[in-house]
T-cell receptor
Framework: GNSVTQMEGPVTLSEEAFLTINCTYT??????LFWYVQYPGEGLQLLLK?????DKGSNKGFEATYRKETTSFHLEKGSVQVSDSAVYFC????????????FGQGTTLQVKP | DGGITQSPKYLFRKEGQNVTLSCEQN?????MYWYRQDPGQGLRLIYY???????QKGDIAEGYSVSREKKESFPLTVTSAQKNPTAFYLC??????????????FGQGTRLTVV
């Protein structure tokens, strides 16, 4: 079945460092891919999405490209801030008859000043 | 403002009690979902509903029940049959079920603790 695998955390970076969080997926068909962010004690917020191969989603300095050949959707940011500290979830659009999302296990990012 | 409202934010339950978590949305979305979040395990789907008066079990439905009598509301009951209910519960909605490119919108969550 469809699944998502994220790199394990926590990831600890200094402010202004480059961020990469790896995400790979297994899927049939051509589902959309999403990155969500969760700040402490809160729900999830959509960060960015891509709906087809080679699409690049971007928002707030974060980017991710839908790579069908490597089945990946890695999240990147050129210069992280302390305020980016959160848990990041990669998600896969679900099967065509449910629309439910399939989530990775989440990666905790901690940015130190 | 449109959005999803979960209540209460914190909930304490005694062993053997049933409790109901509220989820209301004013986004006019057809589909609604309940997820459970435990540390290090990501989100697991409990139940989902694509349309009023219809719902389906997710991956971990045992010990939970739901109803969908109104489009705006999708309450979750955690029954005494749920052996390990302490967790963070997230409700979500999407504009339409059965569509793979649509994102879900989440509420702020309810943290349930068994005392």
């Amino acid at each position: 079945g469809n699944s998502v695998t994220q790199m394990e955390g926590p990831v600890t970076l200094s402010e202004e460092a480059f961020l990469t969080i790896n995400c790979t997926y297994t899927a049939t068909g051509y589902p959309s891919l999403f990155w969500y962010v969760q700040y402490p004690g809160e729900g999830l917020q959509l960060l960015l999405k891509a709906t087809k191969a080679d699409d690049k989603g971007s928002n707030k300095g974060f980017e991710a490209t839908y790579r069908k050949e490597t089945t990946s959707f890695h999240l990147e940011k050129g210069s992280v801030q302390v305020s980016d500290s959160a848990v990041y979830f990669c998600a896969l659009g679900g099967s065509s008859n449910t629309g439910k999302l399939i989530f990775g296990q989440g990666t905790t990012l901690q940015v130190k000043p | 403002d449109g959005g999803i409202t979960q209540s209460p934010k914190y909930l304490f339950r005694k062993e053997g009690q049933n409790v109901t978590l509220s989820c209301e949305q004013n986004l006019n979305h057809d589909a609604m979902y309940w997820y459970r979040q435990d540390p290090g395990q990501g989100l697991r789907l409990i139940y989902y509903s694509q349309i009023v008066n219809d719902f389906q079990k997710g991956d971990i439905a045992e010990g939970y029940s739901v109803s969908r009598e109104k489009k705006e509301s999708f309450p979750l009951t955690v029954t005494s049959a749920q052996k390990n209910p302490t967790a963070f519960y997230l409700c979500a909605s999407s504009i339409q079920g059965g569509v793979t490119n649509t994102e879900a919108f989440f509420g702020q969550g309810t943290r349930l603790t068994v005392v």
